[in-house]
């Protein structure tokens, strides 16, 4: 299917930017829309930014207008341009894609992938 590695993340003070990299390889293709997500320590995991099947973007109420989520046109590489980052923002983030694919027995095949997460943390 697609296999996703984040880069990027890091320490950075409040009021800083920090832009996430996702590398996607395999089936990409077959990606249709792409996902950053966090989740900080003990809370639930968030929905932080969207590129939807149709290219338009959504984004989480706590971080419109200082995020933007993005992609190449080969669908191979999106980011997360963090900017006006709070202490809040801290949390690890994780790119996911979603996709369809058929088999050689034109068979539809579903898929999500997730990236392995990278640490931001925002110091105040």
């Known amino acids: 299917q697609v296999q996703l590695m984040e880069s990027g993340g890091g320490l950075v003070h409040s009021g800083g930017s920090l832009r996430l990299s996702c590398a996607a390889s395999g089936r990409t293709a077959s990606i249709n829309a792409i996902e950053w997500n966090r989740q900080a320590l003990g809370k639930q995991l968030e929905l932080v930014a969207t590129?939807?099947?149709?290219?338009?973007?959504d984004y989480a109420g706590v971080v419109k207008g200082r995020f933007t989520i993005s992609r190449n046109s080969a669908r191979t590489m999106q980011y997360l341009q963090m900017n006006s980052l709070k202490p809040e923002d801290t949390a690890v983030y994780y790119c996911?894609?979603?996709?369809?694919?058929?088999?050689?027995?034109?068979?539809?095949?579903?898929?999500?992938?997730w990236g392995q997460g990278t640490q931001v943390t925002v110091s105040s």
């Open positions: 590129v939807n099947t149709d290219g338009s973007t």
């Open positions: 996911a894609v979603t996709g369809l694919y058929y088999t050689d027995s034109a068979s539809p095949v579903a898929f999500r992938s």
